[in-house]
């Protein structure tokens, strides 16, 4: 066989495989679903159990601000297709406004307990006045013989910059930094 004619019926057998499985996956969802056989009528009632479900009666109520029992399911509609679980919801009153204190309002109007009972403090002309700590100028020694750099204080002088030939800073042959 020729190498096209190969490639021909390669393909097709492939079409045909893809085809069949088509068929077997379409054929499992169109399957009818199972139903349980009816009970027969003919049956004693004696055969089948009698079973009595009794549920207790269960009373719920939310109480709001206002004292009242509010039913939850009032208002909610089970008839027909379409239904309720919660009745449309109803906006409580607003609550009453905070009273104010009246303009002619005087120290003897606020009881004792509310009254602050500490002194203010008192402060000297010496307490109250604020002084800028001195700053010596860039450059300036010390006893030490440190220089005064801003920002930084007081600084011990060093030798200059120091630079080193690094013989190991290649590493597969890639300069691995820059020093100096």
């Known amino acids: 066989m020729k190498d096209k004619t190969k490639r021909t019926l390669l393909i097709v057998s492939g079409v045909v495989v893809c085809v069949a499985l088509t068929v077997v996956i379409a054929s499992l969802f169109n399957r009818p679903a199972a139903v349980d056989p009816a009970p027969e009528s003919s049956q004693s009632p004696e055969a089948q159990p009698q079973v009595e479900i009794k549920t207790p009666d269960i009373s719920t109520s939310n109480t709001g601000d206002t004292g009242?029992?509010?039913?939850?399911?009032?208002?909610?509609?089970?008839?027909?297709?379409?239904?309720?679980?919660?009745?449309?919801?109803?906006?409580?009153?607003?609550?009453?406004?905070?009273?104010?204190?009246?303009?002619?309002?005087?120290?003897e109007d606020v009881p004792e307990a509310d009254r602050n009972a500490e002194t203010p403090p008192t402060y000297t002309k010496e307490q109250t006045t604020?002084?800028?700590?001195?700053?010596?100028?860039?450059?300036?020694?010390?006893?030490?013989?440190?220089?005064?750099?801003?920002?930084?204080?007081?600084?011990?002088?060093?030798?200059?910059?120091?630079?080193?030939?690094?013989?190991?800073?290649?590493?597969?042959?890639n300069k691995i930094g820059d020093m100096g």
């Open 130 to 173: 604020v002084t800028e700590p001195s700053t010596p100028d860039a450059g300036s020694t010390n006893a030490n013989g440190q220089v005064y750099v801003p920002g930084f204080g007081y600084v011990t002088p060093g030798d200059g910059n120091q630079g080193s030939e690094a013989s190991d800073m290649y590493e597969n042959g």
């Open 68 to 107: 009242t029992t509010a039913d939850p399911g009032a208002g909610a509609d089970s008839s027909g297709t379409e239904q309720t679980i919660q009745a449309d919801p109803v906006k409580p009153d607003a609550p009453a406004a905070p009273s104010t204190v009246a303009e002619s309002h005087t120290a």
